[in-house]
């Protein structure tokens, strides 16, 4: 990681999440999707970001590896890998909500992510950081929430259904409990929420690399803590925001 130019790498993906916009957000409420074989939506505004993105990192980067959704895997296994989701909330950008976001992150060459981009077109909103870098919005440093209390918090979670894949349903039970503002803010929408502090903490199940990988930079980055569960069924599962909350969630698992 001591060789990695992180402002050069910060400049390409801002780049690349520029040219993303302008394939998404005129296409938005414009546009029709597929179903994929997994069952998840696709549009032609995702395969048409994901292009961009990759032309752009691999113009900036061409020894670099690249993993997308979309388009899958390219480039050397013993290099740095970027990992890009072109539109993170394809339900919501297909049927019209501008709750959706696009993502880039870096791995380096042991897996590990160390850059994060978490850009949201309809809010004019983008999150930027790489370890020990911090984390920005904007250009301006942001703060996780350091907030003790669940029943006082605001807490956010990805789908229910995707508890039932987890098998913690249980858990979900005992949030919508003991949290007394919980609230469905899902996708990397809800992660960026996290980071801006508004949002104290996240339990968000199931997901892929390319949804994961930069919030479990940003987090740590914006002063919060950001606790990656086993995996399982091959999936994710990320509980972070505040730190003292993240304790409290993550435990829930255990009970």
């Avoid at 480039?75 to 909500?97: K, L, N, Q």
Wanted: charged share 25%.
């Amino acid at each position: 990681m001591g060789n990695l130019d992180f402002a050069a790498i910060a400049r390409a993906a801002e780049s690349a999440a520029d040219l993303a916009r302008r394939e998404t957000l005129p296409r938005f409420r414009r546009v029709g999707f597929e179903t994929k074989g997994d069952g998840s939506p696709v549009t032609e505004a995702d395969r048409s970001a994901e292009r961009v993105i990759r032309q752009q990192l691999k113009n900036a980067f061409p020894d670099f590896a690249i993993l997308g959704e979309e388009y899958g895997r390219e480039g050397p296994a013993d290099r740095p890998c970027w990992v890009v989701d072109p539109i993170d909330g394809t339900i919501a950008y297909s049927r019209g909500i501008p709750l959706f976001s696009s993502l880039i992150a870096l791995l380096d060459e042991r897996g590990d992510a160390v850059f994060g981009l978490i850009d949201c077109p309809t809010l004019g909103e983008r999150y930027v950081g790489w370890k020990g870098g911090g984390c920005l919005r904007n250009g301006e440093p942001t703060r996780v929430s350091q907030e003790q209390d669940l029943a006082t918090a605001i807490v956010s979670h990805g789908d229910p259904f995707c508890f039932d894949f987890w098998e913690a349903r249980q858990v979900f039970a005992r949030m919508g409990r003991d949290c007394g503002l919980l609230r469905g803010y899902t996708d990397a929408f809800g992660h960026a929420q996290v980071l801006g502090g508004g949002v104290a903490a996240m339990v968000d199940l199931g997901l892929n690399p390319w949804d994961a990988a930069a919030t479990q930079v940003l987090v740590p980055e914006a002063g919060g803590r950001c606790v990656t569960l086993p995996e399982h069924k091959g999936k994710l599962g990320l509980v972070f925001g505040s730190p003292a909350l993240v304790d409290q969630l993550v435990a829930w698992f255990d009970d």
